[in-house]
């Protein structure tokens, strides 16, 4: 079991309450049964300092944001824009060492792709352990805005169960935490 791996889920919609909301929600819920404590933040409600804050209390984090325009929302992009990695002159690094799960959704397939972008910021500048594949949902996925098909909720569940596991590898392995961005 994973006991004392805590896991935040982050999401960054416009609006609280959506779809992306609800597929986080099937990842933490994955962590759960795997053992890991979890909370969930609504971006657009708690706001950005807020979240940074809490990623001191995490080991992992499920960033989870709607596609727009083939890339993830604009409120993602500002919390990791404003989210220190240690590097020129910046005193703290909280993502670094940690494990990340990202979960995006959109109105169709046709945009899964913004996954390799989130995974390679998270990974290459943050030097964050980055669980692969990400997770993309399109409206074929849920049965309303507030219920995963079955389908999805179980494959939610799984990527849930595996970044508790990941991060479980992660806390043992001084290597793993030590890892830090290169420039």
Not at 40 to 53: F, H, N, Q, R, T
Not at 94 to 123: C, E, I, K, M
Request: net charge negative; aromatic share 6%; proline share 3%.
């Amino acid at each position: 079991m994973n006991d004392g791996v805590r896991v935040l889920g982050v999401v960054a919609g416009p609006e609280p309450g959506g779809r992306t909301a609800t597929a986080v929600a099937g990842v933490l819920a994955g962590a759960e049964k795997a053992g890991a404590t979890t909370s969930l933040l609504e971006l657009s409600e708690a706001g950005a300092d807020a979240v940074i804050a809490a990623f001191d209390d995490a080991d992992a984090v499920v960033f989870g944001s709607p596609v727009f325009r083939a890339t993830y929302s604009a409120l993602l992009k500002d919390l990791l824009e404003r989210t220190q990695r240690g590097k020129w002159g910046e005193s703290d690094a909280p993502l670094q060492g940690r494990v990340a799960a990202t979960v995006l959704t959109g109105a169709s397939g046709h945009h899964y792709l913004a996954l390799g972008h989130l995974r390679d910021v998270l990974a290459g500048f943050f030097a964050v352990q980055v669980l692969s594949p990400g997770l993309y949902l399109d409206h074929g996925g849920y049965a309303d805005r507030t219920t995963l098909t079955e389908q999805s909720a179980e494959l939610a569940a799984a990527h849930g169960a595996a970044l508790a596991d990941l991060t479980a590898a992660v806390r043992s392995s001084a290597a793993l935490q030590a890892i830090t961005p290169q420039i």
